[in-house]
T-cell receptor, first 114, second 113 residues
């Protein structure tokens, strides 16, 4: 089954404790992206990757890091989480590389930073 | 600055009452415009991609159209199961950040039986 998986689905952590949210897709897609979704602010892009070893900033990259060492994986790293990073996070993937096509979204990771 | 605006924010319809959702965009050049449906607590689900003005795409009760400044999602004779938040996103054509996608804030549709 074609899918995007994220882990963990729910996470409660404390300020400053480094964490990683994993994202994996099994569709051989070139393009992968991370979003955060907050009430009243909609879906905002954090980082994206058009292929292996190619990453670029979205609209809200501050406080986040990403890497794309393999085509199927695109982890999101919060080096020192803060309460304003409490949010619902989605990973997505698409074929087409620089010409994004239909994005397939993961189920989401709900993060609470205390 | 590239921008995507959706209206209305919320829409309530009776079952069978057709209507349209609007997505207006301001970008330097359009590479693609996307419509997604999102159910509460779930990830967005792809509906349509439109690439050039005049293009139309249809799926069941939904039809998406595109002009040079906006897109419409027409819902014909909606059913309660069409209730969801509908998101519009744009990929701009540019010399840098070409993979960046900008989402509108969405229109939450409620269809009452």
């Amino acid at each position: 089954e074609a899918q995007v998986t994220q882990n963990p689905r729910y996470l409660i952590t404390v300020t400053g404790k480094k964490l990683t949210v994993t994202c994996s897709q099994n569709m051989n897609h070139e393009y992968m992206s991370w979003y955060r979704q907050d009430p009243g602010l909609g879906l905002r892009q954090i980082y994206y990757s058009m292929n292996v070893e190619v990453t670029d900033k979205g609209d809200v990259p501050e406080g986040y890091k990403v890497s794309r060492k393999e085509k199927r994986n695109f982890p999101l790293i919060l080096e020192s989480p803060s309460p304003n990073q409490t949010s619902l996070y989605f990973c997505a993937s698409s074929s087409g590389g620089a010409f994004v096509r239909a994005q397939y979204f993961g189920p989401g990771t709900r993060l609470l930073v205390l | 600055e590239d921008q995507v605006t959706q209206s209305p924010e919320a829409l309530r319809l009776q079952e069978g009452e057709s209507s349209s959702l609007n997505c207006s965009y301001t970008v330097s050049g359009l590479r693609g415009l996307f419509w997604y449906r999102q159910d509460p607590g779930k990830g967005p689900e792809f509906l349509f991609t439109l690439y050039s003005a005049g293009e139309e795409k249809e799926k069941e009760r939904l039809k998406a159209t595109l002009t040079k400044k906006e897109s419409f999602l027409h819902i014909t004779a909606p059913k309660p199961e069409d209730s969801a938040t509908y998101l519009c996103a744009v990929q701009a054509r540019g010399s840098s950040n070409t993979g960046k996608l900008i989402f509108g804030q969405g229109t939450t549709l409620q269809v009452k039986p």
